[in-house]
């Protein structure tokens, strides 16, 4: 019977830190600049977010720390040009969602919602004025944006919003509520989809705005350091230069959506490779029956499972990357890596936290953290099926989504 | 062949590595001459059995360290190998000397033999670098890996006064604030567990610690309990340590907690269960009650030269 | 002012070990850094820049992989970038003359490097760079106040620590610093790869690359660790204490 410890000095077990599960060395694709980004997220990661992630889970906060070091590293909005933005590739942004989501998802879905839903849809759509107002200070953390689609009746059918806009006077003035709303309470504005005279409209909101108020929703078992808020708006007055003017539609928020969604797709693999890691580094360490169960059949498969459905996930995110590089993409190319991509992690960080036992609950270990996390990932940014409803329709013609025609 | 020790300075005597010095030299044969640096212990260093001759150098460069100023005011006094002791002072002063004389350096040696032959640890230990040198060069020497010659020497005693001029200025002493090594950084690592029994006992693993020039960890279990600083916590959620030495003081040995430890290139444990799983990854158990074992341990510490 | 770093790439510290042959492979190495103390150095540089507006100059000597470093020296913001290219072992008393050279030719008035590199933990390189420049040197530095022309440093002694002042041109060997290193931005790391950097040869330095006076060199795995032992009853304390400092060489 082989010791803990001569495993150790034989050389089957050694520990030395976090390393990135990358079978098929798929970041040798990356460029040179694109793997340094790699490096400067992950070691932030390691010493900004694993350590204190946990207590911040605990504790129901995303620590304003995160804002500031997320910022000055410059990643915020990524492959957004001009405007104090990085200017990266959406391969480059991809990377940077997955090192995020490495640590936690709720570090991702910051960035996400500021770079993706806030920060591009004034980017795309806004006017000069709103993207030199309001741009470079995203794209640094000073200010925070947040994103309101989502409404208490109305989740995977947006386009039945009720949140409505009506012109009077000099603005705008806004009624309803959204639910759900990453950053809502930290936000410095939202972005807030309503309808004006029947047609869904981009509207920027600013936090003092009179008759508006963003509450934080509490209770939460999943991204637990992420803020998720509600916005209410009674009676809320905004000037006229507040609507974005590019977009009218549903176009507006399903594109913010999309670039969303895209880097779900990457994050995803992170969470999962996470979750590899510790279950491999569990399974070399635990011995029960006299062995490491690692030497175990069943165990082996379930990490066998983990490393082909990894690796890929990981073709799958940076073959998409290149189409967003290139603008070969459809949606449903990116359905179906952020459908599949979160699956897999989910179902990754579940298998994960059977190898670890009982030990897996506990917050010790990052995987039933990253498995509630993946809950909200899976639905949020069109749930799992919607995502199958998208692709569906792509194939036969036929849309699904409701019972009429 | 001859060599030419460079004392560690001291305030009073000498200090302990130079008899280990000299018994290097003697071990390469040879004569063996000791230059002492300012400070004192010219007396003492003449007993050591194996050495020669003794020069005391004294002179306005030597009232406080100037590694530049020490090696140009000794580069005409030096004749063959150079040993100095692997301290950072000694280290800083041997490669200034190699440099003084155009020849190269060998720090932080563990074994020195004829030949001459030197290991020494690199990679921070993970690997070891074996060496062969002509008489022409600097080598420092790691103190306590060699054991000290023996007194009963009586070499000639000389001085020699420098006219080098010391080019930095020492301003203020800054009281150190007890500043407490963290674990991340430490070589060694003493750390408790639930087994002390009480928060104010890691008043004793500071004893230890500070005579060992140690961190003080902790297992996360008294962290979460006795309300310690996250910072001492080693393991899963806390950090992960690779100390040369690690010594676990009334910690079971959690799988959490040797997640964070097992690295560690030496394992202490003492554990009053026998059977604790600590013990499955120690170098060195010891099974006792922590209250026996620690205080017998520090003295031992103590005692050693 | 003109402030050189002397920066060393080394594997990372978390990396893994593999030697054949008598070398280590780097090839098992996954992930190379600039070397710790080395980040202190340059991080002291850095405020340098911002308070007395130096110019940072970040110089290597290594293979071409090293190379990396500077653009990660430049990515926090270093101004100009020079590469000594250089394959295989060298003595200390050569790498020591060829950045003393680059030191000069850049026409620094201060250097600053890390007290020890983390792959040979030797510590050599400050201190003899300073004896071939003729500069005074300051050892185990945590913290430096720059005016200009003139430092005030914090180093540690035996004693503890000391406010030590000297003027330029000089050398300082850095310790852990005091001073948050900064995190890389992403901005910078797009215009680090466009930075230029001087290569230079030993040739060119007009230094002789021999390896000193050390005929052999090879590098092995430390000796396998006896097998576990345990000792019964706090008598035994003693007997540890003695194998901690005869067996394993720790204490
Ligand atoms: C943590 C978190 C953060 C969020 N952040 C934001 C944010 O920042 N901004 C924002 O606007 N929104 C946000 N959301 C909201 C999110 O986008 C919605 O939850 C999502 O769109 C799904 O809507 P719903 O929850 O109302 O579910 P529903 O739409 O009610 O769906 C319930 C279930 O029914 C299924 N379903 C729905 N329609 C069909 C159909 N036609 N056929 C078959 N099955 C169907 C779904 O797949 C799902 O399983 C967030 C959500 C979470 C959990």
């Known amino acids: ?24 060395d798929v970041d040798s694709l990356l460029t040179d600049e694109e793997r340094m980004i790699r490096d400067v997220v992950r070691d932030w990661v390691d010493s900004s977010v694993i350590p204190k992630i946990e207590n911040a889970c605990r504790e129901g906060v995303f620590l304003d720390e995160w804002r500031q070091e997320i910022g000055s590293m410059g990643i915020l909005g990524a492959p957004l040009k001009g405007y104090g933005c990085p200017g990266l590739s959406y391969t480059a942004y991809g990377v940077i969602c997955r090192e995020l989501e490495r640590g936690d998802s709720g570090i991702r879905s910051f960035a996400s919602v500021q770079g993706s839903l806030a920060m591009y849809p004034i980017w795309d759509f806004g006017s000069e004025e709103q993207k030199e107002r309001y741009l470079p200070k995203m794209a640094t953390g000073e200010l925070i944006g947040c994103f309101g689609l989502t409404e208490p009746d109305y989740g995977s059918n947006p386009g039945d919003m009720v949140t409505k806009a009506v012109e009077d006077g000099d603005g705008f003035v806004l009624n ?9 309470t930290i936000a410095d504005l939202a972005i807030v989809w309503a309808k004006l005279d029947g047609v869904i409209r981009g509207f920027i909101v600013e936090k003092d705005d009179p008759g508006f108020s963003a509450p934080e929703m509490k209770g939460k078992h999943s991204l637990k350091a992420s803020v998720t808020s509600e916005l209410v708006f009674q009676d809320c007055r905004i000037p006229k230069d507040r609507i974005l003017p590019g977009v009218k539609g549903l176009r507006g928020p399903f594109s913010c959506l999309n670039n969303a969604r895209y880097g779900i797709s990457w994050g995803a693999v992170g969470s999962a490779q996470a979750c590899y890691d510790s279950a491999r580094s569990y399974a070399m360490s635990r011995i029960q029956f006299d062995h490491p169960i690692a030497a175990y059949q069943l165990i082996q498969n379930k990490l066998a499972w983990m490393l082909r459905e990894i690796t890929k996930a990981q073709l799958l995110a940076y073959h998409l990357g290149e189409k967003k590089d290139s603008g070969t993409w459809i949606p449903e190319h990116i359905s179906l890596a952020k459908m599949n991509n979160v699956d897999i992690a989910l179902e990754i960080a579940r298998v994960s936290r059977d190898i670890h036992g009982a030990n897996g609950i506990l917050d010790e270990y990052p995987v039933m953290r990253h498995m509630a996390n993946l809950e909200s990932v899976k639905t949020y940014e069109g749930t799992h099926d919607i995502h199958n409803l998208i692709l569906g329709r792509h194939i036969t013609g036929i849309q699904a989504f409701t019972r009429e025609a | 062949m001859t060599v030419t020790i460079i004392a560690e300075q001291q305030q009073e005597g000498t200090h302990p590595t130079l008899a280990q010095m000299v018994s290097a030299a003697k071990g390469l044969g040879g004569t063996c001459k000791v230059i002492i640096p300012g400070g004192s212990g010219e007396q003492e260093a003449s007993n050591i059995s194996g050495v020669d001759k003794v020069m005391k150098m004294t002179g306005e460069c030597f009232s406080s360290f100037d590694s530049q100023s020490w090696s140009s005011s000794m580069k005409n006094s030096i004749e063959g190998t150079v040993l100095l002791a692997a301290t950072p002072a000694g280290r800083e002063l041997g490669a200034s000397i190699a440099a003084e004389l155009g020849i190269s350096v060998i720090q932080d040696v563990t074994s020195i033999s004829p030949g001459i032959k030197l290991e020494r640890p690199v990679y921070s230990g993970k690997a070891i670098e074996n060496l062969t040198t002509s008489e022409n060069c600097v080598i420092t020497i790691r103190p306590n890996s060699i054991e000290a010659a023996e007194m009963g020497g009586s070499a000639e005693i000389t001085s020699q006064d420098s006219t080098e001029s010391i080019r930095l200025a020492v301003l203020e002493a800054i009281a150190k604030a007890s500043e407490k090594i963290d674990v991340s950084e430490a070589d060694i690592i003493i750390s408790g567990g639930r087994g002390l029994g009480d928060a104010s006992n890691f008043e004793k693993l500071e004893e230890v610690a500070s005579t060992l020039g140690a961190a003080v960890g902790a297992s996360r279990a008294v962290v979460d309990e006795w309300g310690l600083p996250h910072s001492m916590q080693v393991g899963q959620t806390g950090k992960t340590v690779t100390p040369a030495l690690y010594i676990a003081v009334g910690i079971s040995g959690a799988i959490q907690h040797l997640a964070g430890m097992r690295s560690s290139r030496y394992i202490v444990a003492i554990n009053k269960d026998p059977d604790a799983p600590i013990f499955a990854v120690a170098d060195y158990g010891i099974v006792a009650s922590w209250e026996d074992a620690l205080p017998a341990m520090h003295d031992a510490i103590k005692a050693l030269p | 002012m003109k402030a050189a770093v002397l920066i060393k790439q080394v594997p990372d510290t978390t990396a893994k070990i593999d030697i054949s042959g008598g070398e280590v492979d780097e090839s098992g190495i996954a992930k190379w850094s600039i070397s710790p103390y080395d980040e202190y150095a340059l991080e002291s540089a850095l405020q340098m820049q911002k308070d007395v507006g130096a110019t940072v100059v970040a110089i290597t000597l290594g293979p071409d992989r090293a190379s990396k470093s500077l653009v990660d020296a430049a990515a926090v913001g270093a101004d100009e970038l020079v590469h000594i290219s250089h394959e295989g072992a060298i003595g200390s008393f050569a790498l020591q003359t060829a950045l003393a050279e680059a030191v000069k030719r850049v026409g620094a008035d201060v250097v600053l490097a890390g007290k020890q590199a983390a792959d040979t933990n030797a510590g050599s390189t400050a201190s003899g760079v300073a004896k071939i420049l003729n500069w005074p040197c300051v050892g185990l530095v945590s913290k430096i106040d ?21 003027s330029s041109p000089c050398v300082f060997a850095f310790d852990k610093g005091e001073d948050k290193l900064r995190i890389p931005n992403v901005r910078g790391i797009m215009m680090a790869k466009k930075k230029p950097v001087q290569k230079h040869t030993m040739a060119d330095l007009e230094v002789d690359a021999s390896n000193g006076g050390i005929t052999e060199s090879s590098v092995t795995y430390p000796p396998q660790k006896p097998p576990g032992q345990k000792f019964e009853g706090a008598s035994s304390a003693p007997e540890v204490v003695s194998r901690l400092r005869d067996e ?4």
Do not use: H, P
């Not at chain 1, 082989?2 to 150790?8: A, N």
């Open chain 3, 146 to 166: 720059a005016s200009e022309g003139e430092f005030e440093a914090t180093r540690s002694t035996v004693a503890g620590l000391e406010r030590v002042s000297v």
């Open chain 1, 176 to 184: 309803g509520a959204k639910m759900w709303i990453t950053n809502g």
């Open chain 3, 248 to 251: 394993a060489n720790v204490i």
């Open chain 1, 1 to 24: 019977m082989r010791t803990l410890k001569g495993l150790y000095l034989s050389g089957c077990i050694d520990i030395m830190g976090y390393e990135a599960l990358d079978f098929y």
